[in-house]
Nanobody, 121 residues
Framework: QLVESGGGLVQAGGSLRLSCAAS????????MGWFRQAPGKERAFVAA?????TYAGSVKGRFTISRDNAKNTVYLQMNSLKPEDTAVYYC???????????????????WGQGTQVTVSS
């Protein structure tokens, strides 16, 4: 089970940190990812952390993914937020530990329920 938290309403230029707590399995050997879905759009890759991290171009330099395996938790630090970052953010887990995580949502077997992030202009 994956449970996201930390979403909310923030002004443009602000920051938020999302957390994803995993239970029921040891996710240290999994690739962890973050995706987002804006209204009327498909779910899109944001970042992933296998043994290293990878990012979508639209968030690179602004977002940072990290993981604390001792706490079975993955984080997404989001800085310099823009209105176009507004979406529901989902945490996901891929049972394969890749060097870099996959950008395709189909690669991930487990999903959280999502947390809303709204960035006002």
């Amino acid at each position: 089970q994956l449970v996201e938290s930390g979403g909310g309403l923030v002004q443009a230029g602000g920051s938020l940190r999302l957390s994803c707590a995993a239970s029921g399995r040891t996710f240290s050997s999994y690739t962890m990812g973050w995706f987002r879905q804006a209204p009327g759009k498909e779910r899109a890759f944001v970042a992933a952390f296998g043994s290293s991290s990878t990012y979508a171009g639209s968030v690179k330099g602004r977002f940072t993914i990290s993981r604390d395996n001792a706490k079975n938790t993955v984080y997404l630090q989001m800085n310099s937020l823009k209105p176009e970052d507004t979406a529901v953010y989902y945490c996901a887990a891929d049972k394969t530990l890749w060097v870099l995580g996959k950008a395709s949502a189909n690669a991930y077997e487990y999903w959280g329920q999502g947390t809303q992030v709204t960035v006002s202009s």
